[in-house]
């Protein structure tokens, strides 16, 4: 079926007719950006938060929920113009050496008997 086929009491519901009682929007523009680009910049700005703390860049990558270091750091080059090792030079060098103070990471740890090859 249909979004347009379902209704209640016989009345044909659309996404539109939808979205404006539930106060969204069906124009994913209207505040300026998309969500997806919200979102994204949302991560980066979790990024540049843990690696002015001392964070590792490919364990913030990973933190704020990019699938590895290098989709970070395509992201992070265009939305602010320098790649995430310079942003890490700029901020070291202003910033006294600091202790990590990284949140842990949600990898898992292999532990010590785990002989497995590549996880160690």
């Known amino acids: 079926m249909h ?10 519901t659309s996404p539109t007719s939808i979205a404006t009682p539930a106060s969204l929007t069906t124009d994913p523009f209207r505040f300026g950006t998309s969500p997806h680009r919200y979102l994204i910049g ?5 990024v540049k938060a843990e690696i002015a703390r001392g964070c590792p860049l490919a364990e913030s990558a990973y933190d704020a929920g990019f ?8 992201h992070f080059k265009a ?4 790649t995430p090792g310079r942003y890490l030079a700029l901020v ?14 949600r990898r ?4 010590q008997g785990d002989t ?3 996880l160690r």
Request: with cysteine; glycine share 12%; hydrophobic share 25%.
């Open 42 to 46: 949302r991560r980066l700005e979790r």
């Open 67 to 74: 699938a590895d270091q290098s989709h970070m750091t395509r």
């Open 79 to 82: 939305r602010f113009g320098l």
């Open 116 to 118: 497995r090859p590549g």
């Open 108 to 111: 898992r740890t292999v532990s």
């Open 3 to 12: 979004l347009e086929e379902i209704g209640r009491g016989g009345r044909t």
């Open 92 to 105: 070291r060098g202003r910033a006294r050496k600091t202790v990590s103070r990284c949140a842990p990471s």
